[in-house]
C-alpha cells in the first residue's frame, strides 16, 4: 500500500452526520470562540473572529448546507482552513478523530443528494454503522455566485 | 510595514490590558514600550515618506508628446513637489494623476487659434499643486481651458439615461459637471488616441476612493475647470472612532468624521431629531443635515429593537456622527460613542468585498475583530451618489424644510401663554395712547388714520393697560381696519409650522410648538367676523354673484395650517368649503361623483403635486370644465408659466388672501358666465 492511495481526514460531525475534511488543508482547530457580527454579510457567513492576531472569516457550515442552526450555540467548535491565502473558520458542532482511508474506497456521491450537498461533496465512505461525506474545501467556500474566486 | 502596525495594534492590547488594573509592575515597561514602538512607527513613516514629484516625473515629457500630437501650446507647472507622501499612497495616485493631466490637456484646452479667438494667451497652463492639510495632502489639477460644457453634459447625461431631464432641471452646475465621474461617460466628441474612450473620470474616481480619497471638481465654461483631490497621508494605521450600534461595535475612520453631535428625541438636548416625510434630519447650526441610521442601514433593527426593550438606551440620546465625504455632508445616527483608537486596516475576507459600506476590518485593543465603516459606501448605500447628485437631495430636503417656514409674529395677549399669527396677514402694528380709546356701541373704537377702527379683544378678561400705549396688531382690508388689542408684541420668528391639535376654544386655529414652546394660533377670521359681521360682506372679494351660498370650494392641501387658516375665510366669505389632504383625496371625491365650482389646489405636496393633479383633474370629462387656482408658497415665472400650461386657471400666493378672494370671484364670474 503505497502512500499516494491513502489520505487522511478530519472528521467531524453537524447535525448528528459524519463529515471528512482533508487534514493537510486543517491549519487548526478551536473551541468556542468570541465572533464579531458581520451586518449584511451573505447569511452563510457567520461573522469574523480573531486567531492570534489574524481576522478569520466564519462560515455556518450548517447554512451552508441547508440544515437547522444548532441549538447549543455556544458549545460549536471551528475548524480553521485557507482558501486562497484567506483563512476561513467552519463552523461544526464537533470534532472526531483523524481517519486514513484508501482513496479507491471512495464511492460516488448518490444522485438522490440533496444538491447543496452534492456541491460541495467529493464523494462518500462507508464506514462501519455510518457514512462520511467528503468536503471539498474550495466549493465550501464557493458560495454566493462564486464571489470567492473574484 | 505590517510588522510595524502589528507591533502598534499588540501595544494598543496591552495598553488596554494595563488600563484596567491600576499600579501595576508592567505600568512602567509598557509606557517605554509604547514610546519605543511610536517613535519606530513614526521612524519607518518617515523612510516611507517619498515626495509627490517622484510621481509627477513623467508629466513633463506627457504633455510635451501630446502638445505635439494635438498641436496645442501647453504649459505645465507644478507646484509642492516636495510635498511628502507614502510611498503606497502614491503608487496609486500615479496613473489616476496622469490620466487627469491627460484629460486637461485633450479635453480642457484648446487649440492656440481657438484660444485666441476666446481672448486667451496662446499657451494653455495645467497646473498642478499638492500641499498638506490636517493628515490629508491635496493635490489639485487646474487648467485655464474651455472648462465643461454643461450643455453637452446634460445632453450625454440624457442619452445614457443616467438621469432625466426633469432631474438635470433642479441641480446645480457643479452637480452636472459632476456626471463626467460616473462610469461610462465622455464628452469628447472623438475618440483619441489620448482620451474619450468613456473608460475615465469614474475610474480616476473609484481608484481615489479606495484609498480613503475624495475628488472634487468645480468648472466655470470658458474659463478652465479645477480637479481637487484629497487623500490620506497614509494608509496602513488609522486613527478610527469605535461606535455601538444595536449592540455591536463599528469603527469609523476620524478622518471623515467632521464632529459629533448628542441629540435627544425628546426636548432635553439641544438637539433634536426632526423628520420631514419620515426622512430624519437634524437642525445644525445654518444647515439642515440629512441623518441615517447606522442600524438601517445595516439592517440591524430587529436586533437594536430587542436592545432597546432590555435598556431602554435607545430613543431617549442618540449621537450623530457628522460625515463628510466629497462636498456631501451627512450624519450617521449611532447608539454610543465610545473613544477613538490607532487602527490598522486589513482588508475583508474576499467572499465580504461586495460590501462597499466596510473599508476593511480590524483587531481593537481588547482583541475583538471590529468591521471598518466606509463613509462613501454609507453615502452610495442611502441612494445618494457621492459626488453626484448629493447635494441635488440636500437642497430637496432643504426646500421642503422651508416650504413649511412660515413667518409669524409672536405676541401674547389673554393669558401668559404665547400666542402667534401669520405675520403675512397683519397689515401693521401700531401702539396707540391709551386715552384715545373711544366707546361707541359698546365697541371699542380709536381714531386711525382718518376713519373709525374697531378695537377687540382676545378674550373678555384681557385688559386695557390704564395709561399709556397700548401695542395692538391692525388687520387691514381695502377700507376696513381692525385691531386686535394684544398686551405685547414679542417677537417675529421664521419656523416651520405644524397645527398639532386643533382647538375648542373660539379664535383659535389650535397649537403649534413655535421656537420650542407650544403656542396658540389666532384665527384672525374669527376675530375680523366678529368685529364685522360683514367684513366680506359688500366688498369687491365676495363670493360671486348672488347665488351667495352655493359657491362649492374644494380646497386641496396637504398642510393643516394652510386648510384650518383659508377655510374660515373663505366660509365667511359665503363659500362652501369641502377640504381635501391630498390630490388623491380630492380624485376619491371626484370619483365618489361631488362636484365643485372652483378648486384651490396647493402646488408643494408629497406623492402628487399639484401640477400632475390639475393634468389629473383636465384628462377626465367630470371636473374638466372646473377651474383650478394654485397656490403656491414661493411663485416664480416658471411656476406660473407652466401652472397655465397644465391648466390652472390662476396662480395666487400662498399668504395673498386678497389676492384669492378676487381672484375666487372673478374666475367664478367668468367661468359663470362662460356657462
Given amino acids: 500500500m503505497s502512500n499516494s492511495d491513502v489520505q487522511e481526514y478530519v472528521t467531524v460531525t453537524i447535525a448528528g452526520q459524519l463529515f471528512g475534511i482533508p487534514v493537510l488543508q486543517v491549519h487548526d482547530v478551536l473551541g468556542s470562540i468570541q465572533l464579531t457580527n458581520i451586518p449584511l454579510a451573505p447569511n452563510e457567513v457567520a461573522g469574523a473572529l480573531n486567531l492570534r492576531g489574524r481576522i478569520v472569516t466564519c462560515i455556518d457550515v450548517r447554512k451552508r448546507l441547508g440544515l437547522p442552526s444548532s441549538e447549543e450555540e455556544s458549545q460549536r467548535m471551528s475548524v480553521v482552513v485557507e482558501h486562497h491565502g484567506e483563512p476561513y473558520a467552519l463552523l461544526i458542532d464537533n470534532v472526531g478523530e483523524v481517519l486514513s482511508l484508501k482513496t479507491d474506497q471512495l464511492e460516488m456521491n448518490p444522485a438522490t443528494l440533496d444538491h447543496r450537498w452534492r456541491e460541495v461533496s467529493s464523494g462518500i465512505y462507508r464506514m462501519e454503522g455510518k457514512l462520511l461525506v467528503i468536503l471539498q474545501i474550495d466549493r465550501l467556500l464557493d458560495f454566493a455566485g462564486s464571489s470567492v474566486a473574484a | 510595514m505590517t510588522m510595524v502596525s502589528e507591533l502598534v495594534l499588540t501595544r494598543n492590547q496591552l495598553l488596554q490590558m494595563v488600563r484596567g488594573m491600576d499600579d501595576n509592575e508592567f505600568t512602567v515597561p509598557l509606557q517605554r514600550l509604547s ?67 491627460r484629460n486637461s490637456a485633450d479635453h480642457g484646452l484648446e487649440t492656440p487659434d481657438e484660444r485666441l479667438k476666446a481672448g486667451k494667451k496662446e499657451t494653455g497652463r495645467v497646473v498642478l499643486d499638492a500641499y498638506h492639510e490636517g493628515g490629508h495632502i491635496i493635490i489639485t489639477i487646474s ?120 441629540a435627544s428625541t425628546d426636548k432635553r438636548s439641544d438637539n433634536t431629531i426632526e423628520m420631514i416625510n419620515e426622512a430624519p434630519v437634524l437642525r445644525l447650526r445654518d444647515r439642515l443635515l440629512p441623518l441615517v441610521h447606522l442600524n438601517d442601514i445595516l439592517r440591524l433593527e430587529t436586533a437594536a429593537d430587542e436592545v432597546a426593550e432590555q435598556s431602554d438606551v435607545k430613543g431617549e440620546e442618540e449621537f450623530i456622527i457628522v460625515t463628510q465625504v466629497g462636498a456631501y455632508t451627512f450624519g450617521i445616527v449611532v447608539d454610543r460613542v465610545f473613544d477613538t483608537e490607532e487602527i490598522v486596516v486589513k482588508p475583508v475576507a474576499p467572499i ?18 471590529i468591521m471598518i465603516l466606509d463613509p462613501n459606501g454609507i453615502a452610495s448605500q442611502t441612494g445618494e451618489n457621492v459626488i453626484g447628485d448629493h447635494t441635488h437631495e440636500e437642497e430637496a430636503t432643504r426646500n421642503a424644510a422651508e416650504t413649511d417656514k412660515v413667518a409669524m409674529l409672536i405676541c401674547r395677549a389673554g393669558g401668559e401663554e404665547p400666542k402667534a399669527v401669520p405675520l403675512s396677514l397683519v397689515a401693521r402694528l401700531e401702539e396707540i395712547e391709551v386715552d384715545t380709546i373711544e366707546h361707541t356701541n359698546g365697541q371699542m373704537v380709536v381714531q386711525y388714520r382718518g376713519k373709525i377702527m374697531p378695537l377687540v379683544t382676545m378674550s373678555e378678561d384681557s385688559k386695557i393697560v390704564e395709561t399709556g400705549r397700548q401695542p395692538i396688531l391692525v388687520f387691514s382690508d381695502n377700507e376696513r381696519t381692525m385691531g386686535l388689542v394684544v398686551e405685547e408684541i414679542v417677537d417675529i420668528v421664521e419656523d416651520t409650522l405644524n397645527v398639532e391639535m386643533a382647538s375648542n376654544v373660539e379664535g383659535m386655529i389650535g397649537s403649534a410648538v413655535i421656537r420650542g414652546k407650544a403656542t396658540d394660533i389666532i384665527d384672525v377670521g374669527y376675530y375680523l367676523q366678529k368685529c364685522f359681521g360683514d367684513w366680506f360682506g359688500s366688498s369687491e372679494s365676495t363670493a360671486y354673484g348672488s347665488s351667495h351660498s352655493s359657491q362649492r370650494i374644494l380646497l386641496v392641501d396637504d398642510s393643516p395650517f394652510f386648510r384650518n387658516m383659508l377655510v374660515p375665510l373663505l366660509s365667511v366669505a359665503g363659500y362652501d ?64 408659466d407652466r401652472g397655465r400650461q397644465v391648466g390652472f386657471s390662476d396662480y395666487v400666493a400662498k399668504f395673498d388672501r386678497d389676492a384669492l378672494m378676487n381672484t375666487l370671484s372673478q374666475t367664478l364670474r367668468a367661468g359663470g358666465g362662460a356657462r
Fill in chain 2, 352 to 369: 465580504l468585498r461586495h460590501l462597499a459600506i466596510f473599508s476593511g476590518n480590524t483587531i481593537l485593543g481588547d482583541g475583538s475583530v
Fill in chain 2, 143 to 262: 487648467d485655464d481651458g474651455r472648462g465643461l460644457n454643461s450643455d453637452k453634459i446634460k445632453k450625454k447625461v440624457i442619452e445614457n439615461g443616467l438621469a432625466t431631464e426633469s432631474e438635470l432641471e433642479g441641480m446645480s452646475t457643479q452637480q452636472i459637471q459632476s456626471f463626467i465621474m460616473r462610469p461610462g461617460f465622455s464628452t469628447a466628441e472623438k475618440v483619441t488616441n489620448v482620451s474619450g474612450r468613456g473608460v475615465g473620470m469614474d475610474v480616476v474616481r473609484s481608484n481615489i476612493e479606495k484609498i480613503g480619497g475624495t475628488i472634487e471638481l468645480k468648472s466655470e465654461e470658458g474659463k478652465g475647470s479645477v480637479f481637487t483631490i484629497k487623500i490620506p497621508l497614509t494608509l496602513a494605521i488609522v486613527s478610527a472612532l469605535i461606535v455601538e450600534c444595536a449592540g455591536e461595535r463599528f469603527a469609523v475612520p476620524q478622518i471623515s468624521v467632521v464632529e459629533l453631535v448628542r
Fill in chain 2, 577 to 640: 368649503v369641502s377640504t381635501a389632504e391630498n390630490p388623491m383625496e380630492a380624485l376619491a371625491m371626484r370619483d365618489a361623483g361631488r362636484e365643485f365650482d372652483i378648486i384651490v389646489s396647493d402646488i408643494e405636496m408629497p406623492e402628487m403635486d399639484g401640477f400632475q393633479f390639475a393634468e389629473e383633474v383636465l384628462n377626465d370629462d367630470r371636473w374638466a370644465d372646473t377651474p383650478i387656482i394654485a397656490l403656491s408658497s414661493h411663485t416664480t415665472p416658471q411656476d406660473f
Fill in chain 2, 35 to 101: 514610546h519605543v514602538t511610536t517613535e519606530l512607527q513614526e521612524g519607518l513613516m518617515k523612510t516611507r515618506m517619498q515626495p509627490i514629484g517622484n510621481a509627477w516625473s513623467k508629466l513633463p515629457r506627457i504633455i510635451r508628446d501630446l502638445s505635439h500630437d494635438l498641436g496645442k501650446k501647453i504649459d505645465l507647472v507644478m507646484h509642492g513637489a516636495e510635498t511628502e507622501l507614502d510611498r503606497q499612497v502614491l503608487e496609486m495616485i500615479k496613473d489616476p494623476l496622469t490620466h487627469m493631466v
